[in-house]
Protein backbone atom coordinates (compact mmCIF):
# COMPACT_ATOMS: atom_id res chain seq x y z
CA UNK A 1 0.00 0.00 0.00
CA UNK A 2 0.86 3.16 -0.66
CA UNK A 3 0.40 6.83 1.04
CA UNK A 4 0.83 10.14 -0.77
CA UNK A 5 1.18 13.40 0.92
CA UNK A 6 1.22 16.31 -1.07
CA UNK A 7 1.90 19.84 -0.34
CA UNK A 8 0.81 22.95 -2.40
CA UNK A 9 0.45 26.79 -1.86
CA UNK A 10 0.25 27.10 2.31
CA UNK A 11 -0.62 24.09 3.94
CA UNK A 12 -2.89 22.02 1.45
CA UNK A 13 -2.42 18.53 1.60
CA UNK A 14 -3.47 16.21 -0.46
CA UNK A 15 -3.46 12.49 1.28
CA UNK A 16 -4.35 10.07 -1.41
CA UNK A 17 -4.02 6.11 0.15
CA UNK A 18 -4.18 3.12 -2.08
CA UNK A 19 -5.24 0.45 0.27
CA UNK A 20 -3.26 -2.85 -0.07
CA UNK A 21 -3.41 -6.01 1.66
CA UNK A 22 -7.00 -5.69 2.49
CA UNK A 23 -6.79 -2.61 4.72
CA UNK A 24 -9.97 -1.98 6.20
CA UNK A 25 -10.79 -5.59 6.28
CA UNK A 26 -8.10 -6.07 8.75
CA UNK A 27 -8.61 -5.99 13.03
CA UNK A 28 -5.32 -6.38 15.18
CA UNK A 29 -5.85 -6.62 18.70
CA UNK A 30 -6.17 -3.53 21.16
CA UNK A 31 -2.93 -2.79 22.61
CA UNK A 32 -1.50 -0.56 24.72
CA UNK A 33 0.20 2.59 23.48
CA UNK A 34 3.89 3.02 25.09
CA UNK A 35 7.36 4.66 23.87
CA UNK A 36 9.01 2.85 21.53
CA UNK A 37 13.02 3.02 20.24
CA UNK A 38 15.76 2.90 17.52
CA UNK A 39 17.50 -0.04 16.82
CA UNK A 40 21.49 0.76 16.22
CA UNK A 41 21.17 0.51 12.82
CA UNK A 42 18.80 3.12 12.72
CA UNK A 43 16.96 1.86 9.66
CA UNK A 44 14.19 0.15 12.19
CA UNK A 45 11.96 1.83 14.66
CA UNK A 46 9.59 0.45 16.95
CA UNK A 47 6.48 2.31 17.98
CA UNK A 48 3.95 1.47 20.87
CA UNK A 49 4.42 -2.25 22.75
CA UNK A 50 7.12 -3.80 21.17
CA UNK A 51 6.42 -7.18 18.93
CA UNK A 52 8.25 -10.02 20.30
CA UNK A 53 11.89 -10.05 20.05
CA UNK A 54 11.70 -12.79 17.33
CA UNK A 55 8.69 -10.91 14.85
CA UNK A 56 10.94 -7.89 15.10
CA UNK A 57 14.28 -9.49 14.40
CA UNK A 58 13.01 -11.12 11.57
CA UNK A 59 11.39 -7.87 9.77
CA UNK A 60 14.55 -5.69 11.08
CA UNK A 61 16.75 -8.69 8.72
CA UNK A 62 14.20 -8.83 5.74
CA UNK A 63 14.23 -4.95 5.75
CA UNK A 64 18.23 -5.03 6.02
CA UNK A 65 18.49 -8.14 3.17
CA UNK A 66 16.44 -5.37 0.86
CA UNK A 67 18.44 -2.60 1.62
CA UNK A 68 21.47 -4.48 0.73
CA UNK A 69 19.84 -5.92 -2.76
CA UNK A 70 18.54 -2.98 -3.51
CA UNK A 71 21.92 -1.31 -3.06
CA UNK A 72 23.76 -3.22 -5.46
CA UNK A 73 20.87 -4.02 -8.71
CA UNK A 74 19.79 0.05 -8.65
CA UNK A 75 22.96 1.17 -9.43
CA UNK A 76 23.39 -1.15 -12.73
CA UNK A 77 20.25 -0.08 -13.80
CA UNK A 78 21.33 3.48 -13.44
CA UNK A 79 20.11 5.00 -10.30
CA UNK A 80 21.48 6.28 -7.19
CA UNK A 81 20.25 3.76 -4.30
CA UNK A 82 18.86 5.35 -0.99
CA UNK A 83 17.47 3.56 1.96
CA UNK A 84 14.54 3.40 3.65
CA UNK A 85 13.28 3.29 7.05
CA UNK A 86 11.06 1.35 8.83
CA UNK A 87 8.56 1.86 11.90
CA UNK A 88 7.42 -1.21 13.60
CA UNK A 89 4.46 -0.01 15.79
CA UNK A 90 1.16 -1.06 17.56
CA UNK A 91 -2.18 -0.35 17.02
CA UNK A 92 -1.21 3.36 16.15
CA UNK A 93 1.88 5.53 15.28
CA UNK A 94 2.29 9.19 14.42
CA UNK A 95 3.27 9.71 10.68
CA UNK A 96 4.02 12.98 8.61
CA UNK A 97 0.38 12.92 7.28
CA UNK A 98 -1.02 12.05 11.22
CA UNK A 99 -2.44 8.79 12.93
CA UNK A 100 -1.63 5.47 10.86
CA UNK A 101 -3.60 2.48 13.25
CA UNK A 102 -3.54 -0.99 12.17
CA UNK A 103 -6.78 -1.50 9.93
CA UNK A 104 -4.78 0.42 7.39
CA UNK A 105 -2.37 -2.81 6.83
CA UNK A 106 1.50 -2.01 6.20
CA UNK A 107 2.25 0.85 4.01
CA UNK A 108 4.73 2.82 2.60
CA UNK A 109 4.88 6.81 3.45
CA UNK A 110 6.69 8.64 0.15
CA UNK A 111 7.11 11.50 2.23
CA UNK A 112 9.52 10.54 4.70
CA UNK A 113 10.24 7.10 2.75
CA UNK A 114 9.30 4.73 5.37
CA UNK A 115 7.57 1.43 5.57
CA UNK A 116 4.92 1.27 8.63
CA UNK A 117 3.97 -2.24 10.15
CA UNK A 118 1.92 -3.91 12.64
CA UNK A 119 2.83 -7.00 13.07
CA UNK A 120 -0.18 -8.62 13.97
CA UNK A 121 -0.87 -7.70 10.07
CA UNK A 122 0.79 -10.93 9.82
CA UNK A 123 -1.42 -12.96 12.49
CA UNK A 124 -4.77 -11.90 10.04
CA UNK A 125 -3.16 -12.67 7.34
CA UNK A 126 -2.62 -16.75 8.22
CA UNK A 127 -5.86 -16.78 9.96
CA UNK A 128 -8.11 -14.72 7.77
CA UNK A 129 -6.59 -15.15 4.28
CA UNK A 130 -4.56 -18.14 4.43
CA UNK A 131 -1.21 -16.79 3.78
CA UNK A 132 1.06 -19.57 5.87
CA UNK A 133 4.74 -19.40 6.14
CA UNK A 134 7.65 -16.67 6.66
CA UNK A 135 8.26 -15.99 4.09
CA UNK A 136 4.63 -14.52 3.11
CA UNK A 137 6.10 -12.30 5.69
CA UNK A 138 9.32 -11.38 3.57
CA UNK A 139 6.93 -10.80 0.36
CA UNK A 140 4.98 -8.13 1.93
CA UNK A 141 7.85 -6.42 3.08
CA UNK A 142 9.65 -6.78 0.53
CA UNK A 143 6.05 -5.22 -1.67
CA UNK A 144 6.38 -2.00 0.50
CA UNK A 145 10.67 -1.81 -0.17
CA UNK A 146 9.22 -2.37 -4.07
CA UNK A 147 7.27 1.70 -3.67
CA UNK A 148 10.49 2.70 -2.11
CA UNK A 149 12.50 1.81 -5.17
CA UNK A 150 9.44 3.14 -7.35
CA UNK A 151 10.27 6.63 -5.41
CA UNK A 152 13.69 6.65 -6.32
CA UNK A 153 12.59 5.55 -10.07
CA UNK A 154 9.94 8.28 -10.02
CA UNK A 155 7.03 5.98 -10.84
CA UNK A 156 5.40 7.46 -7.68
CA UNK A 157 5.52 10.97 -8.44
CA UNK A 158 3.93 10.11 -12.22
CA UNK A 159 1.26 8.31 -10.18
CA UNK A 160 0.19 11.15 -8.05
CA UNK A 161 0.55 14.30 -10.69
CA UNK A 162 -2.51 12.18 -11.99
CA UNK A 163 -4.69 12.81 -9.24
CA UNK A 164 -7.77 14.79 -10.30
CA UNK A 165 -6.80 14.97 -13.79
CA UNK A 166 -8.15 11.61 -15.21
CA UNK A 167 -11.60 9.66 -14.12
CA UNK A 168 -11.60 7.42 -11.03
CA UNK A 169 -11.50 4.61 -13.31
CA UNK A 170 -8.50 5.83 -15.13
CA UNK A 171 -6.70 6.30 -11.69
CA UNK A 172 -7.36 3.30 -10.67
CA UNK A 173 -5.95 1.38 -13.65
CA UNK A 174 -2.59 3.34 -13.15
CA UNK A 175 -2.47 2.74 -9.69
CA UNK A 176 -2.86 -1.54 -10.32
CA UNK A 177 -0.26 -0.89 -12.60
CA UNK A 178 1.99 0.61 -9.87
CA UNK A 179 0.92 -2.15 -7.31
CA UNK A 180 1.64 -4.70 -9.64
CA UNK A 181 4.92 -3.21 -10.31
CA UNK A 182 5.64 -3.13 -6.69
CA UNK A 183 4.82 -7.24 -6.62
CA UNK A 184 7.61 -7.29 -9.82
CA UNK A 185 9.64 -5.88 -7.91
CA UNK A 186 9.68 -8.24 -4.78
CA UNK A 187 10.02 -10.92 -7.23
CA UNK A 188 13.43 -9.46 -7.92
CA UNK A 189 14.17 -8.85 -4.65
CA UNK A 190 13.75 -12.26 -3.54
CA UNK A 191 15.04 -13.50 -6.90
CA UNK A 192 19.17 -11.28 -6.00
CA UNK A 193 18.58 -12.40 -2.25
CA UNK A 194 19.07 -16.11 -3.14
CA UNK A 195 21.94 -14.88 -5.11
CA UNK A 196 23.38 -12.75 -2.55
CA UNK A 197 22.67 -14.76 0.65
CA UNK A 198 23.11 -18.39 -0.65
CA UNK A 199 20.45 -19.52 1.56
CA UNK A 200 18.25 -17.19 1.97
CA UNK A 201 15.34 -19.44 0.08
CA UNK A 202 14.12 -22.50 1.63
CA UNK A 203 12.16 -25.06 -0.12
CA UNK A 204 8.35 -23.90 -0.65
CA UNK A 205 9.13 -20.11 -0.29
CA UNK A 206 8.06 -19.19 -3.67
CA UNK A 207 5.43 -20.79 -3.16
CA UNK A 208 4.39 -19.07 0.16
CA UNK A 209 5.05 -15.76 -1.65
CA UNK A 210 2.69 -16.72 -4.63
CA UNK A 211 0.04 -18.02 -2.12
CA UNK A 212 -0.03 -14.52 0.14
CA UNK A 213 0.01 -12.29 -4.00
CA UNK A 214 -2.92 -14.70 -4.58
CA UNK A 215 -4.93 -14.50 -1.38
CA UNK A 216 -4.67 -10.41 -1.35
CA UNK A 217 -6.08 -10.16 -5.57
CA UNK A 218 -9.04 -7.12 -5.70
CA UNK A 219 -11.25 -9.78 -7.05
CA UNK A 220 -10.24 -12.16 -3.85
CA UNK A 221 -10.93 -9.03 -1.38
CA UNK A 222 -13.94 -7.76 -3.04
CA UNK A 223 -15.69 -11.37 -3.83
CA UNK A 224 -15.11 -13.03 -0.37
CA UNK A 225 -14.25 -9.75 2.34
CA UNK A 226 -16.42 -7.16 0.69
CA UNK A 227 -19.38 -6.54 -1.13
CA UNK A 228 -19.66 -9.78 -2.57
CA UNK A 229 -19.40 -8.64 -6.31
CA UNK A 230 -16.20 -8.07 -8.48
CA UNK A 231 -16.14 -4.75 -9.99
CA UNK A 232 -13.04 -4.49 -12.18
CA UNK A 233 -12.96 -0.83 -12.47
CA UNK A 234 -12.49 0.01 -8.52
CA UNK A 235 -9.43 -2.47 -8.64
CA UNK A 236 -6.21 -0.20 -7.25
CA UNK A 237 -3.77 -3.22 -7.04
CA UNK A 238 -4.74 -6.14 -9.55
CA UNK A 239 -6.34 -10.03 -9.50
CA UNK A 240 -4.75 -12.69 -7.43
CA UNK A 241 -3.77 -14.27 -10.88
CA UNK A 242 -1.98 -10.93 -11.90
CA UNK A 243 -0.02 -10.49 -8.84
CA UNK A 244 1.47 -13.67 -8.62
CA UNK A 245 2.14 -13.50 -12.31
CA UNK A 246 4.06 -9.71 -12.09
CA UNK A 247 5.78 -11.23 -8.79
CA UNK A 248 6.86 -14.45 -10.70
CA UNK A 249 8.28 -12.53 -13.70
CA UNK A 250 10.49 -10.57 -11.93
CA UNK A 251 11.76 -13.50 -9.70
CA UNK A 252 12.19 -15.39 -12.98
CA UNK A 253 13.72 -12.67 -14.92
CA UNK A 254 15.73 -10.33 -12.55
CA UNK A 255 15.81 -7.63 -14.99
CA UNK A 256 14.40 -4.42 -13.25
CA UNK A 257 13.66 -2.99 -16.62
CA UNK A 258 11.58 -5.63 -18.04
CA UNK A 259 8.77 -4.20 -15.19
CA UNK A 260 8.69 -1.51 -17.04
CA UNK A 261 6.60 -3.18 -19.74
CA UNK A 262 3.61 -2.68 -16.99
CA UNK A 263 3.68 1.12 -17.93
CA UNK A 264 3.04 0.55 -21.74
CA UNK A 265 1.31 -2.94 -22.18
CA UNK A 266 -2.67 -2.48 -22.49
CA UNK A 267 -4.80 -2.96 -19.49
CA UNK A 268 -6.73 -5.91 -20.64
CA UNK A 269 -3.23 -7.66 -21.13
CA UNK A 270 -1.66 -7.20 -17.58
Partial sequence: ????????????????????????????????????????????????????DEM??????????????????????????????????????????????ARMGPFYLSQD??????????RELKEKFGATGDFAEAYVVAHEYGHHVQNILGRLDQLHSLHGKVSDTEYNHQSVRVELHADFLAGIFARFAQETFGDFLEQGDI?????????????????????????????????????????????????VKVGEALYSLPYDQL
Fill in 1 to 52: MLLFLRGSPKSRIIVLVLLVLGFLLFRGPLLNFLGGGETPGGTTQQSGVAPD
Fill in 56 to 101: YAYLSTIMGDNEQVWSQVLPTAGFQFRPAQMVIYSQRTRTPGGIAD
Fill in 113 to 122: ETIYIDPTFF
Fill in 207 to 255: EEAMRCAEAIGDDRLQRDYGPGHVNPDSFTHGTSAQRAKWFNQGFTSGD
